[in-house]
């Protein structure tokens, strides 16, 4: 980014002081490069304003119209600030900052200063969105609440991680405990929620804690649907002894591109190998079932093995259209 700017000003010195110019000049073509870097940043920069922003508001309408009303709990610091709110009446909006503030200190230790920035920005973006615009309350039905108040709380948590940042710390902790204990992320978040979950029942009722927890597990849902997108992948690796047969059919046929690899295959009791060429693929979901037929028609002994893709970037999936 810096160099980047650096070659924007020295080239408005080259046009605008002809009697000192600078030590380099930079070509026509440095400059376009220039320019493009420069746009690529903006729009990113824009958004990830967007993730966030989108992400603050979806947040303040699952707290306020479902959760607050009713008090109903989440996981996390979330969870926390609006258990204390509840319990003592302090201002949630105070409270989400302030139990925040830990997680964003650890995560400018371990993701580094922008991620901390952005991170305390949608906090304090969501914390004044709570105490200045005010959600009316759309239904009393607990179920409704739980399941829509986790939907509109997990969609929030999600757009804002799609933006670079994060409206509850209790992840960021996670990751840094994770590290020095060795343990998983997964284990982290469940102790914390157990206390949260806990002290819900203990200071409401069961119940409440119960629908807390389909609250929860509803934005965890979300909050995964969100960030890995509505298409789902697969990564399909094929061995055969008619691999440009199948090459040619997943490129005619399935209009997918393809990974070629030079492998040797092992096999037999004395440990006989034969080269080969190993197929790679990435396809929707949708075409499973018609690469598999076609694969039966061209070699029934082809071993094939799918693995699970959580996203792709580039190439040429996401451009072209899924042949039926």
């Known amino acids: 980014m810096n160099i980047l700017w650096k070659k924007i000003v020295l080239r408005s010195l080259q046009s605008t002081d002809k009697k000192n110019p600078v030590s380099k000049r930079y070509s026509d073509q440095e400059l376009e490069e220039a320019s493009k870097e420069l746009f690529v940043v903006i729009r990113i920069f824009i958004r990830n304003i967007l ?6 508001f979806a947040a ?8 607050l009303p009713n008090k109903f709990l989440d996981g996390g610091a979330t969870g926390i600030a609006l258990l204390i ?26 993701m580094g200063t922008r991620f901390a ?7 304090g973006g969501l914390a004044l969105v709570t105490a200045t615009v005010h959600f009316p309350a759309i239904t009393h039905d607990k179920l409704l609440v739980a399941v829509f108040g986790g939907f509109f ?37 469940i102790i914390i929620n157990i206390f949260v979950f806990s002290s819900a029942a203990y200071f409401f009722t069961i119940e409440t804690a119960l629908y807390s927890v389909i609250t929860y597990l509803a934005a965890t849902k979300i909050i995964d649907f969100t960030i890995d997108g509505i298409e789902e992948y697969t990564g399909i690796t094929i061995i055969s002894i008619l691999s440009e047969e199948i090459r040619l059919m997943i490129i005619n ?3 997918r591109g393809v990974t070629v690899y030079k492998g040797r295959g092992g096999y037999g009791n004395h440990g006989e190998t034969t080269d080969m060429d190993i197929i790679y693929t990435v396809i929707t979901r949708l075409e499973i079932s018609k690469l598999n037929s076609e ?14 893709i959580k996203d792709t970037k580039g190439g040429m999936i996401k451009r072209r259209p899924f042949k039926h």
């Open 295 to 308: 694969i039966q028609k061209i070699d029934p002994s082809a071993f094939v093995v799918m693995s699970s």
């Open 60 to 67: 303040a309408i699952g707290l306020e119209s479902f959760l």
């Open 153 to 189: 709380l997990g969609a929030g948590v999600g757009l804002t991680i799609r933006g670079g940042a994060v409206l509850d710390g209790t992840e960021v902790l996670a990751i840094a405990l994770s590290k020095k204990l060795g343990t998983t992320i997964g284990d982290i978040i």
């Open 117 to 123: 920035l952005k991170t305390a920005a949608a906090i």
């Open 85 to 110: 709110s509840e319990v003592s009446s302090f201002s949630l909006s105070i409270l989400l900052i302030l139990i925040n503030l830990p997680f964003i200190f650890i995560g400018y230790k371990t």
């Open 253 to 255: 046929e399935l209009g």
């Open 51 to 56: 993730f966030i922003t989108f992400g603050i």
